[in-house]
């Protein structure tokens, strides 16, 4: 039975069912039709059955796998976003933890449907700006009292033409001092392969909610407050991997309409995959903000923490929270799929696919994994 099954029984308990119900609720449910487990028509997207916890501790997830493994693709993505960070400024002195991290592996694993180096390495900068974001201004001791002046003083530049002096020296150095996500998009706008101008007002946007997003962590840390349930998955849906996902047809090289992107149904499907691609960071990330100082925000501790359970009960629930997530996804997704556009089933598709790249490279990247 199912978390949603459990959730509309008459003895069922208030818990995580619950919660991913509610979530699961906020837009009406497309009609369900028949996909099975190739929901979104690749039979090398099927998933397999739960298995027992790896060995790194983390469950077996219902999820796709990456679809595309090509080193040498992943490493030349990667050499050039190490040579870029180090252009701007960004991770100075720690350029070999980013090398060892293998971004541009993710981004080979997450968007199969594109070869193009130079495609990949501008969605490889613009997620590598908003990992050194939240590492600089939410974590690793970051004064949460300033998230909210840093975060504005960034929006604001998302809109400004780029400045001759972000070229120079001192520019670099204030870039490596204040990180951005949002200058990113300015970038690729002039870089080969122009998006189109409403995938760059979409990247945009995203970008404006994930920085809400790091604003109310924020809030939370400065006064020592650890979230609720409830609090946390609302929390995720916009605190999430959606600014990445959104990047999945500008990659790719093709546009999905403004208007097909925010359908509510549509809208209501990729932010559970970005949720639920989230959830696994939370998972893999455990390891690496446990003994940090102050409130640690992941799913599994949160549920451990105000659901009374034990540490490894609230790995177990946060994975099914994940299963349940990308189950959905995957039957509202090929519902949309049978009478939407071309470009929203290969959008969809996309984003199934950077569902597996995702689960692919927090599994071996050395940021979550200690050799």
Same mark, same amino acid.
């Given at each position: 039975m199912?978390?949603l099954?459990?959730?509309?029984a008459?003895?069922?308990?208030?818990?995580?069912?619950q919660?991913?119900?509610?979530l699961?609720?906020?837009?009406p449910?497309?009609?369900?039709v028949?996909t099975?487990p190739?929901?979104?028509?690749?039979?090398?997207?099927?998933v397999t059955? /739960?298995?027992?916890?790896s060995?790194?501790?983390?469950?077996?997830?219902?999820?796709?796998?990456a679809?595309?493994?090509d080193?040498?693709?992943?490493r030349?993505?990667n050499?050039?976003?190490?040579?870029w960070?180090?252009?701007?400024?960004?991770?100075?002195?720690?350029?070999d933890?980013?090398?060892?991290?293998d +971004?541009g592996r993710?981004?080979?694993?997450a968007?199969?449907?594109?070869d193009?180096p130079?495609?990949?390495?501008?969605?490889?900068?613009c997620?590598?700006?908003?990992?050194?974001t939240?590492?600089?201004?939410?974590?690793?001791?970051a004064?949460?009292? $300033?998230?909210?002046?840093h975060?504005?003083r960034?929006t604001?530049r998302?809109?400004?033409?780029?400045?001759?002096s972000?070229?120079?020296?001192?520019g670099?150095?204030?870039?490596? /001092?204040t990180?951005?996500?949002s200058p990113c998009?300015?970038?690729?706008?002039?870089?080969?392969?122009?998006?189109e101008?409403? $995938?760059l007002?979409?990247?945009?946007?995203?970008? =404006?909610?994930? +920085?809400v997003?790091?604003g109310?962590?924020?809030?939370w840390?400065?006064?020592?407050?650890m979230?609720t349930?409830p609090?946390?998955?609302a929390?995720? $849906?916009?605190?999430s991997?959606?600014?990445c996902i959104?990047? =999945?047809?500008?990659?790719?090289?093709?546009?999905?309409?403004?208007?097909?992107?925010?359908?509510?149904r549509?809208?209501?499907?990729?932010t559970?995959?970005?949720?639920a691609?989230?959830?696994v960071?939370?998972l893999y990330?455990?390891?690496?903000?446990?003994?940090?100082?102050?409130?640690?925000f992941n799913?599994?501790?949160v549920?451990?923490?105000?659901?009374?359970?034990?540490p /490894?009960?609230?790995?177990e629930?946060?994975?099914?929270v994940?299963d349940?997530?990308?189950?959905?996804?995957?039957?509202e997704?090929?519902?949309?799929?049978?009478t939407?556009?071309?470009?929203?089933?290969?959008?969809?598709?996309?984003?199934w696919?950077?569902?597996g790249?995702?689960?692919a490279?927090?599994s071996?990247s050395p /940021?979550?994994n200690?050799?």
């Amino acid at each position: 039975m199912s978390l949603l099954s459990r959730m509309t029984a008459p003895t069922a308990r208030h818990d995580v069912a619950q919660l991913v119900a509610a979530l699961l609720a906020e837009q009406p449910r497309p009609r369900a039709v028949p996909t099975g487990p190739t929901g979104l028509g690749t039979s090398a997207a099927r998933v397999t059955p /739960r298995r027992e916890p790896s060995s790194d501790g983390v469950p077996e997830l219902y999820c796709p796998p990456a679809l595309r493994d090509d080193p040498a693709l992943g490493r030349e993505v990667n050499d050039r976003l190490v040579d870029w960070a180090g252009e701007v400024g960004i991770y100075e002195g720690r350029l070999d933890h980013v090398r060892a991290a293998d +971004f541009g592996r993710l981004m080979m694993l997450a968007h199969p449907d594109s070869d193009d180096p130079d495609r990949l390495l501008a969605a490889g900068k613009c997620a590598l700006a908003e990992w050194a974001t939240d590492d600089y201004y939410c974590d690793d001791g970051a004064d949460p009292e $300033q998230l909210g002046s840093h975060l504005a003083r960034r929006t604001r530049r998302s809109t400004r033409p780029t400045s001759p002096s972000a070229t120079r020296p001192r520019g670099r150095r204030r870039c490596a /001092r204040t990180p951005s996500a949002s200058p990113c998009a300015r970038r690729w706008s002039t870089s080969p392969g122009t998006p189109e101008p409403s $995938q760059l007002a979409r990247l945009r946007h995203e970008v =404006a909610v994930l +920085f809400v997003a790091y604003g109310q962590e924020g809030s939370w840390r400065s006064r020592g407050h650890m979230p609720t349930v409830p609090e946390y998955l609302a929390h995720r $849906q916009i605190n999430s991997f959606l600014p990445c996902i959104a990047l =999945a047809d500008a990659v790719g090289g093709y546009a999905l309409t403004a208007a097909e992107y925010g359908d509510p149904r549509v809208r209501r499907a990729v932010t559970m995959a970005a949720t639920a691609a989230t959830l696994v960071n939370d998972l893999y990330s455990m390891t690496k903000e446990h003994g940090t100082s102050g409130v640690e925000f992941n799913l599994p501790t949160v549920i451990a923490d105000r659901e009374r359970c034990s540490p /490894r009960e609230g790995i177990e629930r946060s994975a099914e929270v994940h299963d349940e997530l990308v189950r959905t996804y995957e039957v509202e997704a090929a519902a949309l799929a049978l009478t939407g556009s071309p470009q929203l089933r290969r959008f969809l598709a996309g984003v199934w696919a950077w569902l597996g790249g995702n689960r692919a490279w927090h599994s071996g990247s050395p /940021r979550y994994n200690s050799a």
